[in-house]
């Protein structure tokens, strides 16, 4: 399944989830964890190096879970800290030197790791990407099709949940039990799980009402900060 193997050419590879429960929640914190070391790297001429290693580090294992929202997270936040830096006045010619390095260091770590498992990329990427954009059909022994329909499944229930208690929801971790006490005779008893999106996921919860309690209490103390 998705977090587990997948067949490419023949060969049953697993992807990297530490000791996380699913791969994409080890790429989330690994995608949070690399502009503080971005900064460190900037900041702290000390620990340049052991920062710079700490870096690769990260970036092998992001891309160890092909996970694919963690990658678009790591482009969404070279993005951001790539015009953080352009609009900085302050930082010295060394700082930008050292810019270059982690610049050029991630970029040779994911092109050798792409290169060498091209064709597990391919799985990931490729098929579903055509499949999207309607260029193909997706393959119907595809690893990846499997993953889609119950991901497509998941959020059909979710929302089926949201219309059914708009303003109260489910309850706070009642998604996978209304999940099996609605639809248990469809699937088998391991496929409940929450969906995967954390905002259909907290709305069909929580409902429009708790959710506007949970954007406060997330939005007030970052304001109150600044």
Aim: net charge positive; aromatic share 14%; hydrophobic share 50%.
């Amino acid at each position: 399944n998705d977090a587990g193997g997948y067949f490419s050419n023949s060969a049953l590879w697993t992807r990297g989830q530490g000791t996380t429960p699913h791969p994409n929640i080890l790429g989330g914190y690994l995608v949070v964890g690399l502009p503080f070391l971005f900064e460190g790297i900037v900041t702290y001429p000390r620990w340049r190096w052991p920062l710079v290693g700490a870096l690769g580090l990260i970036i092998l294992g992001l891309l160890s879970t092909f996970s694919r929202t963690a990658l678009l997270g790591l482009a969404g936040c070279a993005a951001v800290l790539g015009i953080s830096c352009w609009r900085c006045r302050v930082l010295s010619p060394q700082a930008w030197r050292w810019i270059g390095i982690v610049i050029g260091i991630g970029l040779m770590i994911g092109v050798v790791f792409i290169v060498n498992n091209q064709d597990y990329f391919r799985t990931r990427w490729s098929g579903p990407l055509k499949h999207w954009l309607g260029l193909a059909p997706l393959d119907a022994n595809a690893s990846e099709l499997w993953n889609l329909n119950e991901r497509a499944w998941y959020t059909q229930a979710a929302y089926k949940m949201i219309v059914a208690y708009p303003w109260r929801g489910i309850g706070a971790g009642n998604f996978t039990l209304v999940l099996y006490q609605n639809w248990h005779e469809q699937v088998a008893h391991y496929v409940y799980q929450p969906v995967n999106n954390t905002f259909l996921l907290l709305v069909s919860e929580l409902g429009l009402g708790g959710i506007l309690w949970w954007a406060l209490l997330l939005i007030v103390p970052i304001g109150l900060t600044l």
